[in-house]
């Protein structure tokens, strides 16, 4: 009984790894079947020791297999690596009318200019599709009615205070550096980001980061409220913030893909 | 089937909408108030129906190519 006493312990420890949500749902359940099982293996009389190992191994590998494979970890690889693709397929074509057209210059291909764009492409893509496929799947009925544990980023209130502290972080110096009372020197190799000067291009693209980062902690609410089967206009704060962000990288996207077009379509001296 | 195998599958029935809580106790005597019952939804039975199908077509492919143990074309 002693020894019942002492795995049951374990099995319970054991049980807190498993994911909250999956904790919540199912802990009490387990340690009940464990019971149940660790009883029958008692009066059959068969070895405890193959049982409690075998039971331990199973369950070890079961939470491996929710945090990797359905867990948060993985839903984030999703978000990036689906992110990643659209926006290389979009980029796809002008590369291959870059190198179709530019192929008797004698000029390198342009990766600068091309992550620029797939960069810009995926950060806007991971934005919106989060908010594009569970609207989607809402409207396919196959909504999640489990209750979803908030954190500081999918608390509505937090993630608009750090949304908000994100987005003043870079329009503040920015505003300031427009109407002259940051002073800037032209000289040398001057690096801008949001009309704000920066000494090197690391700093210039922690701050370029910075809308995004805005941007995409605004966008988790709303993920979650289309997840549990909310509206898309539940926060209509986050949801300005999103668009106004997302509008901004598209567009200044697009102007850049009009700016760069003769040079896709092959014209010499094109810059 | 251990623990771990067991509720990892019923989680994504039941976040697939295939299996729903059911409020039927089978028997009062053998009955735990904790006890959790599940049953099979509509949405369920149509993927299981897909499934046994899925699985009648395997047999009849194995049967049509004879690969059965016992009928191993010579």
New interface residues.
């Given amino acids: 009984m002693q020894s019942k006493n002492v795995f049951y312990f374990l099995y319970k420890k054991l049980i807190t790894l498993y994911p909250k949500r ?1 904790k919540e ?2 802990s ?3 340690l ?3 019971n149940d ?1 660790y009883k029958e293996n008692q009066n059959t009389n068969q070895s405890s020791f193959k049982f409690i190992t ?2 331990f191994f ?6 491996i ?2 945090h990797l494979l ?1 867990g948060g970890i993985m839903q984030t690889i999703k978000r990036f690596g689906l992110s990643a693709l659209i926006s290389f397929l979009l980029i796809l074509p002008f590369a291959v009318m870059e190198i179709v057209n530019r192929r008797n210059y004698n000029e390198d291909f342009p990766f600068a200019l091309f992550s620029f764009l797939w960069f810009n492409l995926f950060t806007v893509t991971l934005i919106l599709l989060p908010i594009a496929l569970n609207k989607w799947i809402k409207q396919n009925n ?1 909504k ?1 009615n ?1 209750e979803q544990k908030q954190t500081l980023l999918t608390n509505p209130k937090s993630s608009l205070i750090i949304s908000a502290m994100l987005i003043l972080f870079i329009t503040v110096p920015s505003l300031l550096s427009f109407i002259g009372l940051i002073p800037s020197e032209t000289s040398g190799e001057s690096i801008f980001v949001f009309g704000i000067q920066v000494p090197s291009i690391f700093i210039a693209f922690v701050f370029y980061l910075f809308p995004i980062m805005a941007a995409y902690i605004a966008s988790t609410p709303i993920v979650r409220t289309l997840q549990s089967g909310g509206s898309l206009f539940a926060h209509p704060i986050h949801l300005v913030i999103v668009v106004v962000i997302s509008f901004l990288f598209t567009a200044g996207t697009i102007s850049f893909i009009i700016d760069q077009l003769p040079c896709f379509m092959g014209v010499q001296f094109c810059d | 089937m251990g623990a771990g195998t067991l509720y990892g599958s019923l989680k994504r029935m039941l976040d697939s909408g295939l299996v729903k809580e059911s409020d039927k106790r089978v028997d009062p005597k053998m009955d735990d108030e904790r006890r959790i019952y599940y049953q099979i939804t509509a949405k369920g039975k149509k993927a299981l129906e897909a499934e046994l199908e899925r699985y009648k077509h395997i047999v009849s492919v194995a049967k049509e190519r004879k690969l059965f143990p016992n009928t191993y074309a010579i």
């Avoid at chain 1, 199973?58 to 939470?63: F, H, L, S």
């Fill in positions: 999956f749902q199912f009490e359940s387990m009940q079947t464990f099982l075998w039971t199973e369950t070890t590998i079961g939470i297999q929710e359905y196959t999640s489990l």
